[in-house]
């Protein structure tokens, strides 16, 4: 079953960019490992052999689920989306209702989030209780310590 994914133009750009790196100087190196490796002698009793093969299975895994993703991704209209309520792309302020404080988040696609930058994932819980509001409604959205009520004041394009 495909898993579509939203991403900016510089978000799948990103992705591709990890892919290529993965393809054309990771699995190169994880060759060279083993033929290293398997030249050093018997491999029945060859750990460093089966270590290199080991992380090249493990190469080709994260390459395989990267292609899926990149295959399955479509890039975001933003001329497209309503500014009306809060979508992927919507940067939202919000109003804590327990302490008073103010944030804003941007929503972006899993793999974009950044905390640090301000941006979440539409997948958090806060993101998909936020998805679909308008500004002055109220979200009450179950956090690992409890449950939060965030009042959204403002709804932009980043």
Not at 19 to 40: F, M, V
Request: proline share 2%; hydrophobic share 35%.
């Amino acid at each position: 079953m495909s898993n579509v994914s939203y991403y900016t133009i510089e978000g799948l750009k990103k992705l591709k960019e990890e892919l290529n790196k993965l393809k054309n100087i990771e699995r190169p190196k994880a060759s060279q490992d083993i033929a290293e490796a398997r030249d050093k002698g018997d491999l029945s009793e060859n750990a460093e052999y089966d270590a290199a093969k080991e992380a090249q299975g493990l190469l080709e895994l994260k390459i395989s689920k990267l292609e899926e993703i990149v295959s399955n991704a479509r890039i975001i209209d933003e001329s497209q989306l309503d500014n009306s309520k809060v979508l992927v792309l919507s940067t939202v302020k919000l109003k804590n209702q327990s302490n008073g404080t103010e944030m804003k988040y941007t929503l972006v696609a899993e793999s974009e989030a950044d905390l640090k930058t301000g941006k979440i994932s539409v997948n958090s819980p806060i993101g998909k209780g936020l998805l679909g509001k308008k500004v002055g409604d109220e979200a009450e959205i179950a956090v690992p310590n409890g449950k939060i009520k965030l009042t959204i004041l403002e709804i932009t394009r980043a």
